[in-house]
């Protein structure tokens, strides 16, 4: 994976502000360790950090092809698994090929069939392509935004960017944000409603579209969305299907130049696509596996089951790792490696994130880049199959807001009266929840319950799956590791989203359409344990650091976020038995000490920042 950047000014030659590219590109250095470079021509300026992974002397960018008499420039983000099948087709129609990589395929597919090319490609991406001949710059982000991509039309220009940062060292980007902003933070954060980029002049490309840039103006098409058919496969047929396109998609994406592992947590998702990884590595003589683990300090002594993680991880992952005979390795953190990371977790995600969530996945990816620089991961397999508890209890299901943030009114009270009042928290995710219900595609004719689930898998894709794939991406990049996603490919996603619920849960379990197509794959009790989500610290050590911290934070008189929250309220909140509970305000993971992680870094984004609030 890589980083770029870039802008489009129609009044300027930019060949006179390479300063401004280099500083913007040089901003990602961490998303792409391994190369630099910028290329600036009249009006468009591009930028781009690289990690290699294919055809590392070769597949260099900004890329270059010439085409008749024009030329055609990509900076681009992500990995094509279907690029050797497209590699073929373009041959077969006449393309020459200088590298190994799927850059230039890419490329090429874009030369040979336009915007249509994207509708061909099977990956994770974000590119911007600019036709110098057209004067045109075209970008394009993948159908379920495992890639990420910022727009900015301050000043006139249009700006764009991998992360916040990039765009925000333009000079005509400001760190401001508005009632909308701080609504995000405070009532949605850590999520992101789709397209908000939290600061006022930040939009981000919405997954499945792609952009068109010229002097007529922007343009922006839809070339992919959920959409509603009906299911005609039996239960059996249904779980056949769902085993061969997990397998393929896996075994395409483990495509690498470079050394490759898994992440394995012992649960169903991570355990089947290593077992499927070691089954086709063994069957095409590739090297022995890498798989990784992360856990606590002490996390054993203080572990307690309750409903949103009902059991340890530690026993599973042995249980895995014995019967896959995989070179296995353990990483374990502590509370002030925890405390530290949060301030790093920040940076790499330039917005207030998932705590010491967002921070132990940042430290994790570090110790895996160590060893390999590609990783696959098991994230989305939840919000597909409805794994998650809100998918199967009925005060969720009815709750009429995001069954991942039930606590909206808790954290309503969080604001100052005069933010209260300036943002409208509650009518503000209110509005939110109804344009997302109502975009849901139902089919006629469908009962209650099965709208009811149908608009909950919809949800759970479009709204809360970001979250994690924007965590995945800023913590793995930030240590200039490649993380895979097999469960997001589109294709698995379509079939999914139709199977109606009760083949989903068939034999009565949470997810068991993929279990069942998992037989064999795994251990039976591997295949049946209870699902159980990332591992975070039980320790009671980083309840009071993070605490302590949030205590300093409101005893400074200068910080920044003072004017934002009721004190008061937030003080009464740590002294009592709520700082301690096990009961999320958000998702699964974010209880007591993740609320006081996440105040601690509002503010101190707010400071390292210099936000503007107007």
Not at 194 to 215: A, F, H, I, N, W
């Amino acid at each position: 994976m890589c980083g770029f950047t870039g802008w489009i000014d129609w009044n300027r030659d930019l060949t006179l502000h390479s300063d401004d590219l280099e500083r913007m590109t040089s901003t990602l250095a961490l998303r792409g360790p391994d190369a630099s470079g910028t290329w600036i021509s009249g009006p468009c300026a591009l930028g781009h950090r690289r990690l290699s992974v294919m055809d590392p002397e070769k597949g260099a960018q900004p890329m270059i092809r010439n085409q008749d008499d024009g030329k055609f420039v990509i900076v681009y983000n992500g990995e094509l698994y279907n690029a050797p099948e497209l590699k073929r087709e373009l041959e077969s129609r006449g393309r020459v090929f200088s590298t190994t990589c799927d850059t230039e395929v890419l490329l090429a597919s874009y030369m040979e069939w336009g915007a249509a090319s994207v509708e061909k490609f099977n990956g994770i991406f974000a590119f911007a392509i600019w036709d110098a001949k057209e004067e045109k710059l075209f970008l394009a982000r993948d159908r379920v935004g495992v890639k990420p991509l910022f727009i900015s039309q301050a000043g006139g220009q249009f700006i764009f960017g991998s992360e916040p940062k990039a765009l925000l060292a333009h000079p005509a980007v400001k760190p401001e944000v508005g009632a909308q902003g701080i609504a995000e933070l405070f009532i949605v954060g850590p999520a992101r409603t789709p397209g908000v980029g939290v600061y006022s002049q930040l939009t981000e490309l919405l997954p499945g579209k792609c952009m068109t840039v010229d002097r007529s103006g922007v343009r922006t098409h839809t070339y992919w969305e959920l959409r509603s058919c009906e299911h005609e496969h039996s239960v059996e047929q249904t779980a056949a299907h769902v085993g061969e396109l997990l397998r393929d998609t896996l075994e395409r994406q483990l495509a690498s130049d470079v050394p490759i592992g898994t992440l394995l947590s012992g649960g169903l998702d991570s355990s089947a696509l290593t077992s499927l990884a070691v089954n086709f590595l063994n069957r095409s003589g590739g090297a022995q596996l890498h798989t990784f683990s992360v856990d606590y300090v002490d996390n054993d002594k203080h572990f307690k089951s309750h409903a949103f993680q009902p059991n340890s991880d530690a026993p599973w992952i042995q249980r895995m790792r014995d019967y896959l005979g995989t070179e296995h390795h353990d990483v374990y953190f502590d509370t002030p490696d925890l405390v530290a990371a949060l301030d790093d977790a920040l940076t790499v995600r330039d917005l207030p994130g998932m705590a010491d969530v967002d921070a132990s996945l940042l430290l994790f990816c570090r110790e895996i880049k160590k060893d390999v620089t590609v990783a696959i991961s098991g994230e989305a397999a939840d919000e597909v199959f409805g794994g998650y508890p809100w998918f199967h209890r009925e005060e969720s299901l009815n709750a009429s807001t995001f069954p991942w943030a039930l606590a909206s009114g808790m954290r309503a009270e969080l604001l100052s009266p005069e933010m209260r009042e300036w943002v409208r928290p509650l009518e503000y995710i209110g509005d939110r929840y109804s344009e997302a219900v109502a975009a849901v595609p139902h089919l006629k004719g469908e009962t209650e319950k099965q709208r009811k689930m149908r608009t909950m898998s919809y949800l759970n894709i479009t709204r809360f799956m970001p979250t994690l794939l924007d965590r995945k991406d800023r913590m793995s990049m930030g240590a200039g590791l490649e993380v895979r996603v097999p469960f997001c490919d589109h294709r698995l996603i379509d079939y999914v989203f139709n199977i109606p619920w009760e083949i989903k849960t068939s034999g009565d379990r949470e997810k068991g359409i993929l279990r069942q197509s998992l037989r064999g794959v795994l251990p039976d009790d591997v295949l049946f344990r209870k699902k159980s989500p990332y591992p975070k610290t039980h320790n009671p050590a980083y309840l009071n650091a993070v605490r302590s911290k949030l205590l300093d934070v409101l005893d400074d008189p200068s910080s920044p976020i003072l004017p934002l929250i009721d004190t008061a309220k937030v003080r009464e909140i740590a002294g009592s038995d709520a700082a301690s509970s096990n009961i999320p305000w958000f998702g699964q993971l974010m209880s007591g000490p993740q609320l006081f992680a996440y105040l601690y870094q509002v503010n101190r984004w707010l400071k390292e920042y210099k936000v503007s609030i107007r």
